[in-house]
């Protein structure tokens, strides 16, 4: 199972945009270029703080971020190597699904772009950016898989902390959100630094 944005989009330029779109309007502090290389190195919380957003507001800033993302949801394009390593992983035998943040639409819109839409069982589009941990259980039990059957692969602190905490095993991409040396204070089960890199791991944990 995958995170969607950073893990399989590469999102991140998008993201970057969008905040710059709307934080006018919701009184967030500007992202300049210069900032732009640091980000990777900052938890989800600090960067909140970095862009001046409270959490009484975050319901709001989710909803206007979420909107915007849907509008450009046909341009995303993979990681370079990601469709590749779906393929092969469906081709395998191995059941395929996404729990992301994002909206389940806009998920999914994304994935019908790249023409990989049909290779996942199951989306699964949660809004609660600290509560993947819970939607990891739901999951578990809708589709009636063991713990030990599943391997998350997602690329931020609160992906790796998710999956800890339901005792699931979860792989630290690194080239998407967050940077390597973040992800490991996190302890990940295993790291891929290439898209290539999760089958292995996948093979390595059966």
């Not at 989800?44 to 009484?56: A, H, N, P, S, Y």
């Not at 790796?160 to 792989?171: D, G, N, S, T, W």
């Amino acid at each position: 199972m995958f995170d969607f944005d950073g893990t399989l989009a590469d999102s991140l330029d998008q993201a970057i945009a969008i905040f710059r779109r709307i934080g006018p309007g919701l009184g967030l502090n500007p992202i300049a270029d210069e900032d732009v290389p640091t980000l990777r190195t900052l938890p989800t919380k600090q960067f909140f703080k970095k862009v001046g957003i409270r959490f009484w507001r975050l319901p709001r800033v989710i909803r206007a971020y979420q909107a915007a993302a849907a509008e450009d949801a046909h341009e995303l394009k993979l990681h370079p190597g990601v469709a590749d390593m779906l393929t092969g992983l469906h081709a395998a035998g191995h059941r395929l699904g996404v729990l992301s943040s994002n909206r389940e639409d806009t998920i999914r819109a994304g994935l019908r772009a790249n023409g990989v839409e049909e290779l996942f069982a199951f989306v699964v589009g949660y809004p609660k950016l600290f509560g993947k941990a819970k939607a990891l259980r739901r999951i578990l039990k809708a589709e009636g898989i063991d713990r030990e059957h599943l391997l998350y692969v997602g690329d931020e602190v609160r992906d790796v902390e998710a999956a800890r905490k339901v005792k699931v095993p979860v792989v630290a991409a690194t080239w998407g959100f967050h940077a390597r040396e973040l992800l490991a204070a996190a302890g990940p089960t295993a790291f891929a630094d290439t898209p290539a890199e999760v089958a292995a791991v996948a093979r390595s944990l059966e």
